[in-house]
């Protein structure tokens, strides 16, 4: 159980296009995600919380302009990545937890390329 | 900023020989999470320790935590080529928002050579 996807796995796009992220729990309620940013050989810096029903939260320095966030629903958060730029080119990974469980599942990662 | 810090950032050893990783950080904790990254992939829960326990085991996996000292030690025994991998400590910290969220390490990646 607790099974986190995610979709693409892999986009490239180019300069100026807005690219979706989606985030999914596929056997758990989720009324929280996190989008997380790393860089290559680094570690995971939280972009913003995903809040269910409400606005996302985002950590200080993180646009909130260029990373849109939509928790529509219980199983489902997207990041749009709007107007893209060669140096927004990184691994985004989401994460969920359940209800009074410390720990965090993880989806796959999407690696995405800005050309 | 980065949480804990973890040393060492990569280390190479042989399959069969233990590896040993460390982690700092710098609040106070009421638990510490390790997690494991494979290249290009998510990230896995691989154990989690009490701020009031000292050691725990989990198959070849051994974590300790030192609260005194604000640190943690990873030791996976017995290493195989699929050990191979980027480990992270990770602390939660409680968000302006009463969620609660993850903090992680700097890293170690760890090869492991057949």
């Known amino acids: 159980g607790a099974v986190v996807s995610q979709h693409p796995s892999r986009v490239i796009c180019k300069s100026g296009t807005s690219v979706k992220i989606e985030c999914r729990s596929l056997?758990?309620?989720?009324?929280?995600m996190f989008w997380y940013r790393q860089f290559p050989k680094k570690s995971l810096m939280l972009m913003a919380t995903?809040?269910?029903?409400?606005?996302?939260?985002?950590e200080q320095g993180v646009e909130k302009d260029k990373f849109l966030i939509n928790h529509a629903s219980l199983t489902l958060s997207t990041l749009t990545v709007t107007s893209a730029h060669p140096e927004d080119s990184s691994f985004y990974i989401c994460?969920?937890?359940?209800?009074?469980?410390?720990?965090?599942?993880f989806g796959p990662g999407t690696r995405l390329t800005v050309t | 900023s980065q949480q804990g810090e973890e040393d060492p950032q990569a280390l190479s050893i042989q399959e069969g020989e233990n590896a040993t990783m460390n982690c700092s950080y710098k609040?106070?904790?009421?638990?510490l999470q390790w997690y494991r990254q494979n290249s290009g992939r998510g990230l896995v829960h691989l154990i989690l320790?009490?701020?009031?326990?000292r050691e725990k085991h989990s198959g070849r996996l051994r974590v300790t935590l030192d609260t005194s000292k604000k640190s943690s030690s990873l030791l996976i025994t017995a290493s195989r080529a699929a050990d191979t991998a980027s480990y992270f400590c990770?602390?939660?910290?409680?968000?302006?928002?009463?969620?609660?969220?993850?903090?992680f390490g700097s890293g170690t990646r760890l090869q492991v050579q057949p």
């Open positions: 994460s969920a937890g359940l209800a009074g469980i410390y720990e965090q599942y």
């Open positions: 056997d758990f309620q989720a009324t929280t």
């Open positions: 995903s809040n269910e029903g409400s606005k996302a939260t985002y």
């Open positions: 609040t106070s904790i009421n638990n």
């Open positions: 320790i009490r701020s009031n326990e």
């Open positions: 990770a602390t939660v910290r409680v968000l302006d928002t009463g969620r609660r969220a993850l903090t």
